[in-house]
T-cell receptor, first 114, second 118 residues
Framework: DGGITQSPKYLFRKEGQNVTLSCEQN?????MYWYRQDPGQGLRLIYY???????QKGDIAEGYSVSREKKESFPLTVTSAQKNPTAFYLC?????????????FGQGTRLTVV | AQSVAQPEDQVNVAEGNPLTVKCTYS??????LFWYVQYPNRGLQFLLK??????LVKGSYGFEAEFNKSQTSFHLKKPSALVSDSALYFC????????????????FGTGTQLKVEL
């Protein structure tokens, strides 16, 4: 099945810890995105990548880091610098010439700070 | 900067009645507009998109949307609502594709919770 896989589905982090959320796609898409979802705030863009070994900050990149070493993978690290990391995180992908095409989403990772 | 506004946090409608979920946008150049639906604790599912051409776009599950350039709106509609349509709906906009300088950002509204009751 083609699609986007996010893991884990639920993640618990202690104060001061870094955690990494996984996102893998087998759609052969060049572009990948990370969004954060909070109640009443919709989806806010954290980082996006148009091509391997390149990525851009989105609207709320502070406290997050990403890498794009492979086309299929776009992991997101939530660092201890992120003061309020509890949220639902969504990964998406789209074809490189993607202005006209929709993005495809994974099932999300719910991160909770304990 | 591009942006999307969904003015209603929640829309309530009786099953069998028509529904409308409102969306307005702001973007430089021709817009590419999208509607997505989200069920609890799940990712977003694509419903429909407007790229060019006919202002009335038909999508999945009987949904349609009307693009109005003068009003910069892209309202989602369905002639007869079902209880199973109850979910969170997101409108999104993407500006013309650019290779550099921000590329291909997809910007979402804050979402509208649709509740369809018997």
């Amino acid at each position: 099945d083609g699609g986007i896989t996010q893991s884990p589905k639920y993640l618990f982090r202690k104060e001061g810890q870094n955690v990494t959320l996984s996102c893998e796609q087998n759609l052969n898409h060049d572009a990948m995105y990370w969004y954060r979802q909070d109640p009443g705030q919709g989806l806010r863009l954290i980082y996006y990548s148009q091509i391997v070994n390149d990525f851009q900050k989105g609207d709320i990149a502070e406290g997050y880091s990403v890498s794009r070493e492979k086309k299929e993978s776009f992991p997101l690290t939530v660092t201890s610098a992120q003061k309020n990391p509890t949220a639902f995180y969504l990964c998406a992908s789209s074809p490189s010439q993607g202005a006209r095409t929709e993005a495809f989403f994974g099932q999300g990772t719910r991160l909770t700070v304990v | 900067a591009q942006s999307v506004a969904q003015p209603e946090d929640q829309v309530n409608v009786a099953e069998g009645n028509p529904l409308t979920v409102k969306c307005t946008y702001s973007v430089s150049g021709n817009p590419y507009l999208f509607w997505y639906v989200q069920y609890p604790n799940r990712g977003l599912q694509f419903l429909l998109k407007y790229i060019t051409g006919d202002n009335l776009v038909k999508g999945s599950y009987g949904f349609e949307a009307e693009f109005n350039k003068s009003q910069t709106s892209f309202h989602l509609k369905k002639p007869s609502a079902l209880v199973s349509d109850s979910a969170l709906y997101f409108c999104a906009v993407r500006g013309p594709f650019r290779v550099t300088g921000g590329g291909n950002k997809l910007t979402f509204g804050t979402g509208t919770q649709l509740k369809v009751e018997l």
